[in-house]
């Protein structure tokens, strides 16, 4: 009996002993991304956005009248590389005698607080007295007569690399009224957070819509200067017009380098995780399953009512939040998956996706068919999902075309 009780104990603490160290591996793999990211700050100069160069370009906007696109990330900081404070662009640019005239709004507003997909209407910027220009509703693109009296527009917003993102669709509608009108565009660069590799299927131009403006992969590898010159290059403006255009780059930037996002750029990414999860768990946004909007996860879990709850262990109900007024699946009880401990993406994970639709319990519940096209860029992701077709042959379908955008690709980058 001695024996065995021993033996009970010893069974007890081994059993104590996996689960502190699971939760220990847990910790250490949440924190992965950010102590890479405080070593790198160590051991590299600290990156520059192109915001903060204003020694290169003030020149160039004195004594012009000046529109400015803009959000909340389009700030100049005042400590790169340490802990961050900053100002407001415009802010900036007033202080130093800049004649900005007007502000341009993209998704989410100049001050970031919209929802996604909310209309962004005009008005007045309470700070500075600047009338607001939405471009997002039915107004995503300047007329001509909100750019008359502009010498020239400066944009500057911080992007995370995925097409369905709508800032890059922004960019391009501005571009080409910047075209039209004869007026020069100046683009002041930063670094894409997922701008380390490229994945996904490439858009077929039949499914063109404000989610995807051109036919690129989903993860497309490229900062906000090199996609404008890239739009410019390869006329793919509007009738292929070009806009005189002017690229401030960032320095000591690579691709390969990771980049701490000290503003969320959108109010359901709080984070870097968030951000590094967005390529593959933006794809729920086409499907009827909830992807963390309505709590404090947003784009780091999936769930549903209607997945199998004998297989996904977490559990939550949507509700109302920051940035999500009506989360999908609110108020109700959402079997799914906690991804915040994945490790730095370095493509896009479709196993959660597939996985999700295997285990579902309501296979006509799952997708939403336009919504997903949209997002996706093609229908045929979809239907492979459909087929049970296994992700490595779904990537395989890729290649050829991720092969033909890296080459067009390499023409425009301005980083290593």
């Not at 903060?52 to 370009?57: A, L, P, S, V």
């Not at 502000?103 to 962004?120: L, N, S, Y």
């Not at 669709?169 to 039209?180: I, K, P, S, Y």
Request: proline fraction near 6%; hydrophobic fraction near 35%; glycine fraction near 8%.
């Amino acid at each position: 009996m001695v024996f065995l009780s021993g033996f009970k104990n010893t069974v007890l603490l081994l059993v104590l002993l996996l689960f502190a160290c699971a939760n220990q591996a847990k910790k250490d793999t949440a924190d992965t991304l950010e102590a890479r990211m405080k070593t790198e700050q160590k051991t590299t100069p600290p990156i520059v956005v192109a915001a903060n160069r204003t020694g290169y370009y003030l020149p160039l906007l004195k004594g012009k009248r000046v529109g400015v696109v803009a959000n909340q990330t389009s700030v100049i900081f005042k400590n790169p590389g340490a802990k961050p404070s900053y100002t407001h662009l415009v802010d900036s640019l007033l202080s130093q005698g800049v004649n900005i005239k007007k502000v341009f709004a993209p998704e989410h507003g100049f001050r970031g607080q919209a929802d996604a997909g909310e209309v962004v209407v005009d008005g007045v910027d309470t700070k500075t007295g600047l009338p607001l220009i939405s471009l997002y509703g039915k107004n995503k693109k300047p007329s001509q007569d909100q750019l008359e009296g502009l010498e020239l527009v400066v944009f500057d917003i911080q992007d995370v690399g995925v097409r369905f993102y709508t800032y890059i669709a922004t960019l391009q509608l501005v571009m080409e009224a910047c075209a039209e009108k004869g007026i020069p565009l100046m683009v002041l660069d930063r670094p894409n957070p997922n701008g380390h590799y490229v994945d996904g299927p490439r858009m077929k131009a039949e499914h063109r819509s404000f989610l995807g403006m051109n036919t690129i992969p989903l993860v497309y590898g490229m900062t906000m200067g090199e996609y404008a010159q890239m739009l410019n290059g390869e006329g793919w403006l509007e009738g292929k017009m070009k806009v005189d255009l002017t690229v401030v780059a960032l320095e000591n930037y690579t691709h390969e380098r990771s980049y701490d996002l000290p503003i969320r750029p959108s109010p359901n990414l709080p984070n870097d995780i968030a951000i590094n999860l967005y390529p593959s768990t933006g794809l729920f946004e086409g499907t009827h399953l909830n992807a963390g909007r309505g709590t404090e996860f947003q784009f780091q879990r999936f769930g549903a009512p209607f997945l199998d709850s004998t297989h996904y262990i977490l559990r939550y109900t949507p509700q109302p939040n920051f940035g999500s007024k009506y989360p999908k699946q609110q108020d109700k009880l959402c079997y799914g998956k906690d991804l915040s401990d994945t490790a730095r993406l370095h493509r896009i994970r479709l196993d959660w996706l597939i996985e999700a639709y295997t285990r579902t319990q309501d296979k006509a519940a799952f997708f939403n068919t336009a919504s997903f096209t949209k997002h996706v860029g093609t229908p045929e992701l979809q239907q492979q999902i459909e087929a049970g077709i296994s992700e490595t042959e779904i990537r395989k379908s890729w290649e050829a075309d991720l092969e033909s955008f890296r080459k067009i690709r390499s023409k425009y980058l301005l980083y290593k």
